[in-house]
């Protein structure tokens, strides 16, 4: 069965830290281009961080030197670290699996980020 589970969001004051999961299908994770987007109150929908179909994380300008993209291929599983998290980074965030056919989302994680 396809399936993406998001987890790891939650309310965290302005400058902490939280650590985003994304577990995946075996079939999934090993053959689909893996990311993460996230949508705030009344904005679109936007990138946060992906792998390139080489394998190598890509960040928007927004979080680069903030966040950092990972995978753990045993688990089956890709993590997104946020740092010095800003009140600008609530939002909804999602995991994505892209191929060339289709595209599969995660349910959504909600992330807070207030004093």
């Known amino acids: 069965q396809v399936q993406l589970v998001e987890s790891g969001g939650g309310l965290v004051q302005p400058g902490g830290s939280l650590r985003l999961s994304c577990a995946a299908s075996r079939s999934i994770f090993s053959s689909y281009v893996m990311g993460w987007y996230r949508q705030a109150p009344g904005k679109q929908r936007e990138l946060v961080a992906r792998?390139?179909?080489?394998?190598?994380?890509t960040y928007a300008d927004s979080v680069e030197g903030r966040f950092t993209l990972s995978r753990d291929n045993a688990k089956n599983t890709m993590y997104l670290q946020m740092n010095s998290l800003k009140p600008e980074d609530t939002a909804v965030y999602y995991c994505k699996a892209d191929s060339i056919t289709r595209a599969y989302w995660g349910q959504g994680t909600q992330v807070t980020v207030s004093s």
């Open positions: 792998f390139t179909i080489g394998g190598t994380p």
